[in-house]
């Protein structure tokens, strides 16, 4: 079943073409890492999953929704899509313990107990569960983000995005970082689809590989054939051979 | 000085009450407003965005003492009657409610946007966002600014003079005239306006240190 569908999506800005008649599914339990140059559109494109960006035409459909509709609930959507962003966004006025049971309490109404249950868990889960009385801005960097994953995984989520995740964090945080994307990803029921440039997390865990330059996909690979074989696209070898060997 | 106060206890007390009360009522209801305008200024919402700018440049580009004559003088020819002290009271709420949504916006827009993204992100909804998330963190930023505009409040409130509020300046007019002793009426006036100024003052930047 498919969790995330693209037909002929277009977006832009002002004149600008941000995204260039986009088709693309992903499935449910499906891991999904996205490359390209920067300005090549996967933030624009990972952005519009969840509405943070909308598009001008085509067809988006999240989780059977369709969000070119502009009658759909965008707070549906991120019910069931969670994001984790480059700089974290963790809420500075909150403790962690708050920033994970804020929107389960007032989104999903999940009772007192059982929310902090939950996040206590998920705390668990990231390796953090001690810091739970602290404020975001006495963490570091990784255990920020590692917190911005919790929080996302407290909504309990069928699909997770993460755009460039690791890309603000010291070299010796990316690792923590990405530990905890790879059991997420092991786990078969989460679609994630990852913007980064960690190709070792995309060789460990990805179902697939797509590349993207100037707002178009240029290659949609398995993760077999785009590392093993040769990406059949010429910028795509290319970007492939500078980023392995850097 | 003494004997100005011995003399003119009275009307001084009434001065500094009424000049108190009318701080006190447009402090809260200025601030209420002015933050709602401010919400409105931010909002996805254009109608909302549209008579917010309206509201607010209008009344910050208005003399108080116009805003006030207009509640005075106006208003009873064509709705109802209304006292000095309410006309005053309601021109100060207006006018000060401007600069405080202007000063308000600005601690909003000065808060990280991944704040309210990433709230956005999680599922809660535009106002769930603005109100646990931005708004805390927007009114910590803008004490210090809060802070001048009441005690610009404060003595703003001498507009009452004007409309026959019997607040502290008009009070001291009449003792003023009265006494003929004008340089010690407006010393002792002045010392009664910095009772008021000085505390508030005080307590703002203990809040901004307490919050900082």
Known sequence: MSMIEFHNVQKYYGDFHALHDINLTIDAGETVVLIGPSGSGKSTLIRTVNGLERIQEGQLIVNGQDLANRKTDMNRIRKNVGMVFQHFNLYANKTILENIMLAPRLVLKRPEEENKKIAMDMLDRVGLADQAPKMPAQLSGGQQQRIAIARSLAMRPKALLFDEPTSALDPEMIDDVLNVMKDIARDSSMTMLVVTHEMGFAREVANRVVFMADGHILEDDTKEKFFDGQPSNERARQFLSKIITH | ????????????????????????????????????????????????????????????NIPLLVITMFFY????????????????????????????????????????????????????????????????????????????????????????????????????????????????????????????????????????????
């Not at chain 2, 009318?22 to 254009?46: D, H, Q, Y």
């Open chain 2, 1 to 60: 000085m003494i004997a100005i106060f011995h003399n003119y206890g009275g009307l001084l007390l009434q001065g500094f009450g009424q000049t108190l009360l009318c701080s006190i009522i447009a402090l809260l209801f200025s601030l209420i407003i002015g933050s709602m305008f401010a919400i409105f200024e931010v909002t996805p919402v254009k109608s909302l965005r549209v008579i917010a700018r309206v509201y607010i440049e209008v009344f910050r």
């Open chain 2, 73 to 212: 003088v106006v208003i009873p020819m064509f709705v109802t009657k209304i006292s000095g002290f309410a006309a005053g009271t309601v021109g100060l709420t207006i006018y000060t409610s401007a600069f405080i949504a202007e000063t308000v916006r600005s601690g909003i827009q000065s808060v990280d946007p991944g704040q309210m993204e990433g709230a956005r992100a999680n599922g809660l909804s535009w106002w769930q966002a603005m109100r646990h998330i931005v708004l805390p963190q927007a009114f910590r930023y803008v004490i210090p600014p809060l802070g001048n505009q009441f005690i610009n409040l404060v003595k703003n409130s001498s507009v009452l003079a004007f409309v026959a509020g019997f607040d502290l300046m008009y009070q001291g007019n009449v003792i003023a005239s009265d006494s003929l002793n004008t340089m010690t009426t407006y010393v002792v006036i002045g010392i009664l306006y910095l009772i008021i100024t000085l505390p508030l003052s005080y307590w703002m930047r203990y809040l901004e240190k307490k919050l900082a």
